[in-house]
């Protein structure tokens, strides 16, 4: 094992961590703004009015996105079973 090697199997894992946690963070980020902008308009600053919408917003995303990350991290999976040979060498 190289550092090189090491280095790439390192920034393989980060980004598709990054993939896959990116819709939920996208979704709960759009709905976060869109919220205090509401909050800001009608002047009612319940901290908890934010929660289940984000939650309602995860959700939905997660419903439609787990197919591509499910694919995403099953292939990654796959890569690092399949290779596992190469890495002890």
Do not use: C
Request: aromatic letters at 14%; a neutral charge.
């Amino acid at each position: 094992m190289t550092p090189e090697f090491i280095t790439g199997f390192f920034f393989d894992a980060l980004k598709t961590a990054v993939l896959l946690a990116a819709p939920m963070l996208a979704a709960s980020l759009v709905t976060g703004v869109l919220i205090s902008m509401f909050q800001a308009a009608t002047q009612i600053n319940e901290m908890t009015l934010v929660f289940i919408p984000k939650m309602i917003a995860i959700g939905i995303t997660l419903l439609f996105f787990f197919p591509w990350m499910l694919q995403l991290l099953v292939g990654f999976t796959r890569d690092l079973l399949v290779h596992i040979p190469a890495y002890v060498r």
